[in-house]
């Protein structure tokens, strides 16, 4: 039990497809993260979610669509792909609700995308 | 904006022996936070060590201590008594201590292989 579960595991798709990833955590945490990360640089944060508001875009693509609706979860919507999206995708929480205490984040095992 | 540099790709060592896997940084704060987080093939991105810019005294964590140098912005992770499970890729991670949540700045990773 990792405290913070993905789905799925491992996704191929194509690029007019569209599909969602799934987070759950049970830690009871305030605030959700999504990372991107690809072979060879360092992870990469799309959003940020604190007490289900979005308060980081880091400039990601709108084909890249977050989803808070608690604070238990949190969805990626994706669609219209490209083949560079390719990625492993983790999600993390961790406790902070404001004032940013350097809480430790507990990531998920990620999901595993291929664009076809 | 932050930077995280891990010059080592990819480091060896056998079982029993001790590592030291490299990290710099660069920032302009003053307060914040240094991770160590190891990922396994699992994929799992799980904490190791966390240090605070404003404790002198370097964090330790069973088999794992860290050789903080504040003013060089330097972050190393000493294993000792390195065990095969121990092989994984390590990353160097920052956060501030401003905002509302624990955004990780990481670095691009060093895979360690423990070998017998």
């Known amino acids: 039990e990792t405290g913070v579960t993905q789905t799925p595991r491992h996704l191929v798709m194509g690029m007019t497809n569209k599909k969602s990833l799934k987070c759950e955590q049970h830690?009871?945490?305030?605030?959700m993260y999504w990372y991107k990360q690809s072979a060879k640089k360092p992870l990469e944060l799309m959003f940020v979610y604190n007490f289900k508001e979005q308060t980081e875009n880091n400039s990601v693509p709108s084909r890249f669509s977050p989803e808070c609706p608690n604070s238990s979860h949190l969805f990626l919507h994706l669609h219209t792909l490209q083949p560079e999206d390719s990625a492993l995708y983790l999600c993390a929480s961790s406790q902070d609700g404001t004032g940013g205490y350097g809480q430790p984040q507990h990531f998920g095992d990620g999901t595993r995308l291929s664009i076809l | 904006a932050q930077t995280v540099t891990q010059s080592q790709p990819e480091m060896s060592v056998q079982e029993a022996e001790t590592v030291t896997l490299s990290c710099t940084y660069d920032t302009s704060e003053n307060n914040y936070y240094l991770f160590w987080y190891k990922q396994p093939p699992s994929r799992q991105m799980i904490l190791v060590i966390r240090q605070e810019a404003y404790k002198q005294q370097n964090a330790t964590e069973n088999r794992f201590s860290v050789n903080f140098q504040k003013a060089a912005k330097s972050f190393s992770l000493k294993i000792s008594d390195s065990q095969l499970g121990d092989t994984a890729m390590y990353f160097c991670a920052f956060t501030s201590m401003s905002g509302t949540a624990s955004k990780l700045t990481f670095g691009t990773g060093t895979r360690l292989q423990v070998t017998l």
């Open positions: 830690l009871g945490h305030n605030a």
